[in-house]
């Protein structure tokens, strides 16, 4: 089998290149065509992934299982002219965390059924999470679930994965993994954010220890070879309308302790809305693998958002078309099913409103594939399409964008405007990842 290009890149970073890569924790599409995009621009691997809630054997939310979001992927790369061969899937936080809820027999075996099927569907990079409590977990449920036991299920779950990926023979190299976990849990945080804690060095060196003895006592010395991250806390956060920035000095201990383990990085979970050169800093600080996703939808939506008010502005008066009403619609489904929203927002009825629409959490992500609102957004690109916005309203609304128009880069037209605008976020992820002086075209 050839080598997974990650250990590459990861072997560059550690040989001094200022160079990481960004994740794409997105299924939405229009992001991942912008994605592709960027990565063509830029001539590097795409690295996308999918958590076990979004993703799963039983479809999770998406409705898609491991097999079936390979298809998608493949799809938009082939609408994109992207060459598949250089995508890089992934499954963030592969473990029990959809069945916390049954007791810990029952969830791992969901949680080794779903791993087996990422693999087998083709997914390199395997984010071990066996962090969480389940059901019938003993011990006081306010504090972290026994780290032995956590090495353990994490064994368990990367024994499956080797021998799925010995098995698969359209897997054409073998998965890495990255191992730990960072708080708040998947999901995001659910209250304001003051303060947070950033991972001591302690901690993620008994991690590293304690998760590196299981896996040799169980025969996974090969495994442990590709283990090229651990998820830590470097202090970033951000919640619905709170954002936590990344200080570099905060993390000074924890940044020199990596270079003292052979092979690894960090890998930062909840990078979203952090400033160009936080970013850039944090991969020079080694975490090296930065995620990304609600800032990346959040760019949608202000796309979107934006076209719609322009559309309301410019064919309002025009009697032969029929607006979107997209706004509307898409609050309409939200109050109609607020099962993604509503242990997240809080306050008032204006208050919960604003949220619904402008959270950091941008939890509206939730709710871009709905009948009723893929339907407007299809009217709206239509009405936009065969109406095209003057270029005095598109300064109004989307100034970027305008630039873009008139230097040429970009045409004037809604589906062009909504990849531009959501590729204001991957030029900040391209920046931060590829040192400009060392990037060399993989």
């Known amino acids: 089998m050839m080598d997974n290009p990650l250990l590459e890149i990861i072997t560059s970073h550690r040989q001094g290149q200022g ?22 621009v830029d001539g590097t691997y795409l690295l996308i992934e999918s958590t076990s809630n979004q993703v799963n054997q039983f479809g999770g939310y998406t409705g898609m299982t491991p097999a079936q979001f390979v298809s998608f992927v493949r799809n938009i790369a082939k609408s994109m002219d992207f060459d598949f061969d250089r995508v890089i899937l992934g499954g963030d936080h592969l473990g029990p965390n959809p069945w916390q809820k049954e007791n810990a027999k029952d969830a791992m075996a969901k949680a080794r059924d779903l791993v087996r099927a990422c693999v087998m ?27 032995q036991i956590v090495a353990e299920r994490t064994a368990e779950l990367c024994m499956v994965a080797e021998e799925a990926a010995a098995k698969a023979t359209q897997v054409s190299q073998l998965p890495v993994y990255v191992i730990g976990t960072e708080v708040p849990v998947p999901g995001g945080a659910q209250e304001e954010l003051t303060n947070i804690s950033i991972t001591g060095v302690e901690d993620v060196q008994q991690t590293i220890e304690r998760t590196k003895q ?14 090229i991250a651990v998820v830590v806390q470097p202090g970033v956060e951000f919640s619905n309308t709170t954002l936590i920035e990344y200080d570099s000095e905060k993390v000074s201990e924890l940044s020199q302790f990596i270079l003292g383990v052979p092979n690894l990085v960090y890998e930062a979970h909840s990078t979203d809305y952090q400033a160009r050169e936080s970013l850039r800093q944090m991969v020079r600080d080694h975490f090296a693998i930065l995620k ?21 502005e410019w064919l309002s008066h025009k009697k032969s078309v029929s607006l979107s009403r997209i706004r509307e619609i898409l609050d309409k489904v939200m109050q109609n099913n607020p099962i993604y929203w509503e242990r997240y ?9 604003f949220a619904r629409k402008y959270s950091y959490s941008d939890r509206i992500r939730y709710y ?49 405007l909504i990849r531009d605008k959501i590729m204001e976020i991957t030029r900040i992820y391209s920046y931060a990842t590829n040192d400009q002086k060392e990037r060399r075209v993989l």
């Open 19 to 40: 160079i990481g890569i960004y994740s794409v924790c997105s299924a939405n599409k229009f992001v991942l065509e912008a994605a592709m995009q960027q990565a063509k």
């Open 121 to 147: 569907a083709g997914f390199r990079k395997i984010h071990l999470d066996a962090s969480m409590r389940c059901a019938d977990d003993t011990g006081d449920v306010g504090k972290p679930l026994d780290e």
């Open 214 to 227: 299981i896996f040799l006592s169980n025969g996974l010395d090969s495994a442990w070879e590709r283990v």
């Open 292 to 312: 990304v996703g609600p800032w990346l939808t959040f760019a949608f939506r202000e796309a979107i958002f934006a076209i719609s008010f322009m559309e309301n």
């Open 345 to 353: 927002y809080r306050g008032d009825d204006a208050a919960i409103s």
């Open 368 to 416: 871009w594939p709905h009948p009723d609102v893929e339907k407007a957004l299809s009217v709206l690109v239509k009405n936009l399409t065969e109406n095209p916005v003057p270029l005095t309203l598109l300064s109004q609304y989307m100034p970027e964008q305008y630039n873009s128009v008139r230097e040429g880069r970009i045409l004037n037209n809604p589906l062009e």
